[in-house]
T-cell receptor, first 110, second 115 residues
Framework: QKEVEQDPGPLSVPEGAIVSLNCTYSNSAFQYFMWYRQYSRKGPELLMYTYSSGNKEDGRFTAQVDKSSKYISLFIRDSQPSDSATYLCAMSAPGGKLIFGQGTELSVKP | GAGVSQTPSNKVTEKGKYVELRCDPISGHTALYWYRQSLGQGPEFLIYFQGTGAADDSGLPNDRFFAVRPEGSVSTLKIQRTERGDSAVYLC?????????????FGPGTRLTVL
């Protein structure tokens, strides 16, 4: 079993839809949780970061962490075609190395 | 300012050959990470440097893989006797530190194809 599990999709939604992306993890030692966005043939870029259970909002994006269930989510409101990308959840292990999920490919149709 | 750069952007080689992949981190970043991303997968950790020394190389798959960072800036990932299974995108990232709150900034990657 992988330390971080993420539904690979692909996920296709109409413009304006609410998108929900999820990951589960097995290692209780993970303390920092991130969402990266990766456009085709580009490196991942940090979208959001959190370290405590609860919600964190940044514009149209909300990151949610439930440490008791070992479950994290990313919600995108009013999705736009420019949001079309692969979304990667990541957990920070000791020393700073990141453990990534498989990535979910999202397509937002105009 | 300039981000993380990686060269070459693409590398095609034959099975059994030796390759070197280069990473130029953001100026002043002391931590440097190498990851490998296979098609349809998330990046997998290979090795990271704090300064010149390899602090954790637990992700290197075998002794054909080696990385150096002699002056604490540029790093080179070296792969000997390449195999078809080594084909992937090799990503480099740098950060100001190795804490969980230190953002890792990724380069665009080197796409390695082993024929």
């Amino acid at each position: 079993q992988k330390e971080v599990e993420q539904d690979p999709g692909p996920l296709s939604v109409p413009e304006g839809a609410i998108v929900s992306l999820n990951c589960t993890y097995s290692n209780s030692a993970f303390q920092y949780f991130m969402w990266y966005r990766q456009y085709s043939r580009k490196g991942p870029e940090l979208l959001m970061y959190t370290y405590s259970s609860g919600n964190k909002e940044d514009g149209r994006f909300t990151a949610q962490v439930d440490k008791s269930s070992k479950y994290i989510s990313l919600f995108i409101r009013d999705s736009q075609p420019s949001d079309s990308a692969t979304y990667l959840c990541a957990m920070s292990a000791p020393g700073g190395k990141l453990i990534f999920g498989q990535g979910t490919e999202l397509s937002v149709k105009p | 300012g300039a981000g993380v750069s990686q060269t070459p952007s693409n590398k095609v080689t034959e099975k059994g050959k030796y390759v070197e992949l280069r990473c130029d981190p953001i100026s002043g970043h002391t931590a440097l990470y190498w990851y490998r991303q296979s098609l349809g997968q998330g990046p997998e950790f290979l090795i990271y440097f704090q300064g010149t020394g390899a602090a954790d190389d637990s992700g290197l798959p075998n002794d054909r893989f080696f990385a150096v960072r002699p002056e604490g800036s540029v790093s080179t990932l070296k792969i000997q006797r390449t195999e078809r299974g080594d084909s992937a995108v090799y990503l480099c990232a740098s950060s100001t530190g190795v804490g969980g709150t230190d953002t890792q900034y990724f380069g665009p990657g080197t796409r390695l194809t082993v024929l």
